[in-house]
Antibody, heavy 124, light 108 residues
Framework: HVQLQESGPGLVKPSETLSLSCTVSSGSVTDYYWTWIRQPAGKGLEWIGRAYSSGDTNYNPSLKSRVTMSVDTSENQFSLRLTSVTAADTAVYYC??????????????????WGKGTTVIVSS | SYELTQPPSVSVSPGQTARITCSGDALPKKYAYWYQQKSGQAPVLVIYEDIKRPSGIPERFSGSNSGTVATLTISGAQVEDEADFYCYSTDNSGNLWVFGGGTKLTVL
């Protein structure tokens, strides 16, 4: 079954760029959407955004000006870049496989497989 | 912006029925999803498309969506069900996806 593994620096300086990758094992990045979610310590989940292998993306408006997501089919991984980070960006970051389904009146996306998460601390 | 509202906590005794609600203005037209997150672990999908249960999720977990309220019901809650539960859905545009604030379920 598919497995996801987040990777990247655990410590990022304020104002710099946070870059994370999610490697997909036992499955392909094509034919699925891929989502990043984060969770500050002791707090709830926040949807960051979603990407597809075609380049289609959808970001949380609260982060949109700082976020870039992409899918690399040659490496079978997808990535997150978050610019101009502050302490408020300190969190556990999760990647997740995302299914797109057509409902009676709308299209819906949900995450069915998650990585274990990686902790990112923003500090000088 | 769009918000999904959940009660911060729900507490039941083992064997009782736990109900966790999620309120949102767009829920009459959008699916609700539910995730269970145990301490120190990644979330796990327990209900999708309002009422469907993924394989491997116990039958005691069920979902409903009526009007502006989606409900996760755990019939005969077990101690091992203790966790934080999050609802997840989208606004009327379908472009902004959000999680509810989370509900801590205590079974003791």
């Amino acid at each position: 079954h598919v497995q996801l593994q987040e990777s990247g620096p655990g410590l990022v300086k304020p104002s710099e760029t946070l870059s994370l990758s999610c490697t997909v094992s036992s499955g392909s990045v094509t034919d699925y959407y891929w989502t990043w979610i984060r969770q500050p310590a002791g707090k709830g989940l926040e949807w960051i955004g979603r990407a597809y292998s075609s380049g289609d993306t959808n970001y949380n408006p609260s982060l949109k000006s700082r976020v870039t997501m992409s899918v690399d089919t040659s490496e079978n991984q997808f990535s997150l870049r978050l610019t101009s980070v502050t302490a408020a960006d300190t969190a556990v970051y999760y990647c997740a496989r995302t299914l797109g389904v057509s409902g009676a009146s709308h299209y819906s996306y949900y995450m069915d497989v998650w990585g274990k998460g990686t902790t990112v601390i923003v500090s000088s | 912006s769009y918000e999904l509202t959940q009660p911060p906590s729900v507490s039941v005794s083992p064997g009782q029925t736990a109900r966790i609600t999620c309120s949102g203005d767009a829920l009459p037209k959008k699916y609700a999803y539910w995730y269970q997150q145990k301490s120190g672990q990644a979330p796990v999908l327990v209900i999708y498309e309002d009422i469907k249960r993924p394989s491997g999720i116990p039958e005691r977990f069920s979902g409903s969506n009526s009007g502006t309220v989606a409900t996760l019901t755990i019939s005969g809650a077990q101690v091992e069900d203790e966790a934080d539960f999050y609802c997840y859905s989208t606004d009327n545009s379908g472009n902004l996806w959000v999680f509810g604030g989370g509900t801590k379920l205590t079974v003791l």
